[in-house]
């Protein structure tokens, strides 16, 4: 015997297209915080870097302040290690109108990158008198 339309059981559930939609924005969704977390890693390695070149730029404005030199004018070059990286940085001494005063300029570079600093600082050296 047949039951009539109205009392047949309804058929429930997801169509098979359905279900590969939503599987595809899932994925598409997941694929973005994937692109998202990766950017954030690359960011951090970044900042990290910067933070170290800066340490290596106040080391040595620090170390000449430390030793009391009075530094030749004229562009040095060199290499430091910090947190277990390797970076090179220039150091500019200028005269200032003050003949007691130097101007040193210190840049701190990725090694063979001397196109983009990362850290750049300017202090001045006293020539104290002894």
């Known amino acids: ?13 997801f169509t098979l297209v359905e279900v ?15 692109r998202a977390a990766g950017q954030g890693t690359n960011q951090l390695d970044a900042l990290r870097s910067r933070m170290l070149a800066g340490w290596v730029a106040e080391n040595r404005l620090a170390e000449h302040r430390a030793l009391a030199a009075w530094l030749p004018l004229g562009l040095q070059r ?14 500019e001494v200028i005269a200032t109108p003050n003949g007691s005063f ?11 990158d001397d196109s983009h600093s990362l ?5 001045f050296i006293v ?3 002894r």
């Open 1 to 13: 015997m047949r039951l009539p339309k109205s009392r047949r059981a309804k058929r429930t559930g």
């Open 20 to 34: 590969l939609v939503a599987v595809a924005i899932i994925s598409i969704a997941l694929l973005a915080a994937l």
């Open 78 to 91: 060199g290499t430091a290690r910090e947190g277990g990286r390797e970076f090179a940085w220039t150091e």
């Open 102 to 112: 130097r101007r040193v300029d210190i840049r701190v570079f990725n090694p063979g």
């Open 119 to 123: 850290a750049r600082v300017v202090g």
């Open 127 to 129: 020539n104290a008198p």
